[in-house]
């Protein structure tokens, strides 16, 4: 059983990168998964989340509008497509899994994080 976190790297202030968060051994779509990170010196922040239930999904404000969340069901992946990225967004990335049908519940699996550097 392994959830692995993929996709992060360098990229300039008003760039793009896609996360994928993929598991191997069972199957995402029964969970709900969040995406959180956690930047040098700050708490971690969970910031993105999508829902076992019907995919309903949910965004921090501090990604509203830049960032969306998905699932491909046939890949068992979630990804997180990131848009105008910001420096205050360079952080090592991570995925979780969630037992519960909707997103705000308690999570008990994770994955390795990538890191995500936003910088000129």
């Known amino acids: 059983v392994q959830l692995q976190a993929s996709g992060g790297g360098l990229v300039q202030p008003g760039g793009s990168l896609r996360l994928s968060c993929a598991a191997s051994?069972?199957?995402?779509?029964?969970?709900?998964i969040g995406w959180f990170r956690q930047a040098p010196g700050k708490e971690r922040e969970g910031f993105s989340c999508?829902?076992?239930?019907?995919?309903?999904?949910y965004y921090a404000d501090s990604v509203k509008g830049r960032f969306t969340i998905s699932r491909d069901n046939a890949k068992n992946t979630v990804y997180l497509q990131m848009n105008s990225l910001k420096p205050e967004d360079t952080a090592v990335y991570y995925c979780?899994?969630?037992?519960?049908?909707?997103?705000?519940?308690?999570?008990?699996?994770w994955g390795q994080g990538t890191l995500v550097t936003v910088s000129s």
């Open positions: 979780a899994t969630s037992p519960g049908p909707f997103c705000g519940g308690g999570y008990d699996y």
């Open positions: 051994g069972f199957t995402l779509d029964y969970y709900t």
């Open positions: 999508i829902s076992s239930d019907d995919d309903s999904t």
